[in-house]
């Protein structure tokens, strides 16, 4: 199985991480769309056309499905791209969805792009919902300024102390786990591992990791090191 994936930068490899830990054995074509980062806070139809350029790039390189690795596509424009292209398309948010409306947790907090917490995708019927966008959070994870603003990070974020758990609705999020968690004391969700568990792929012999960046420089390599532990080729698209 060929299997793509895209989102605007390194989130997406967060996604690729959780699918190498379970099923390491297949073809995986990512593309991180670096030159028109961040996405969180751009207009939809300008969201739609850069998804359709990314889907069209992996279309060419043969991909059997592809996993929109970007909780700003998916919650925005999942539906649109799922009538315009004929191979199987998953979107990153749903698996988390449905993973909460069967949880007993019932005070959760969201936090994502503004274009994601603007869509309402994570509202949930009978369920004690607290949403906020972070837009600061994505160029912090990019720059690779993570512990140098973490006081930044915890004062964002000091509204949800009361949730049982924090969804992280932007793949960029799970970079932030180990504040949140260690200093924080607060439950993660992560919506990489709701869509592994959610996915039932075949077993494959073949590997391979190909990943291609819009644009790629020093601090995007260490951080591609960081994430995908296996071996891989990095390209520039
Ligand atoms: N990682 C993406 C998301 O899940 C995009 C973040 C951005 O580029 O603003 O929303």
């Known amino acids: 199985m060929r299997i793509g994936l895209f989102d605007s930068g390194i989130g997406g490899l967060n996604v690729l991480s959780c699918l190498l830990k379970k099923y390491p054995h297949h073809e995986y074509i990512f593309f991180g769309?670096?030159?028109n980062l961040p996405y969180g806070n751009k207009k939809k139809e300008e969201l739609f056309s850069l998804a359709s350029d990314a889907i069209d790039f992996l279309i060419s390189k043969k991909v059997d499905m592809i996993i929109i690795a970007c909780g700003t596509i998916s919650s925005t424009c999942f539906h649109d791209l799922k009538k315009k292209y004929s191979l199987p398309l998953y979107d990153i948010?749903?698996?988390?969805?449905?993973?909460?409306?069967?949880?007993?947790?019932?005070?959760?907090?969201?936090?994502?792009t503004t274009r994601t917490i603007e869509s309402?995708?994570?509202m949930i019927n009978k369920k004690n919902i607290l949403m906020k966008s972070?837009?600061?959070?994505?160029?912090?994870?990019?720059?690779?300024?993570?512990?140098?603003?973490?006081?930044?990070?915890?004062?964002?974020?000091?509204?949800?102390?009361?949730?049982?758990?924090?969804?992280?609705?932007?793949?960029?999020?799970?970079?932030?786990?180990?504040?949140?968690?260690?200093?924080?004391?607060?439950?993660?969700?992560?919506?990489?591992?709701?869509?592994?568990?959610?996915?039932?792929?075949?077993?494959?012999?073949?590997?391979?990791?190909?990943?291609?960046?819009?644009?790629?420089?020093?601090?995007?390599?260490?951080?591609?090191?960081?994430?995908?532990?296996?071996?891989?080729?990095l390209y520039q698209k």
């Not at 006081?151 to 049982?164: A, G, T």
């Not at 609705?169 to 592994?196: F, Q």
């Not at 568990?197 to 995007?220: A, H």
Request: aromatic share 8%.
């Open 134 to 233: 972070t837009p600061s959070f994505v160029p912090i994870i990019e720059n690779n300024q993570i512990e140098e603003k973490r006081e930044e990070i915890e004062e964002e974020l000091k509204c949800f102390k009361n949730c049982q758990i924090l969804v992280l609705g932007c793949t960029h999020y799970p970079m932030l786990k180990k504040i949140i968690t260690d200093n924080m004391h607060l439950e993660v969700l992560d919506m990489g591992e709701c869509l592994v568990n959610s996915l039932e792929l075949n077993n494959n012999t073949d590997s391979l990791i190909e990943l291609y960046f819009s644009k790629i420089d020093e601090n995007l390599q260490k951080n591609i090191q960081n994430i995908i532990l296996f071996p891989y080729h």
């Open 93 to 112: 948010i749903s698996p988390t969805v449905n993973y909460l409306i069967k949880s007993n947790y019932h005070d959760i907090g969201v936090i994502g």
């Open 33 to 35: 769309d670096t030159i």
């Open 120 to 122: 309402n995708i994570f």
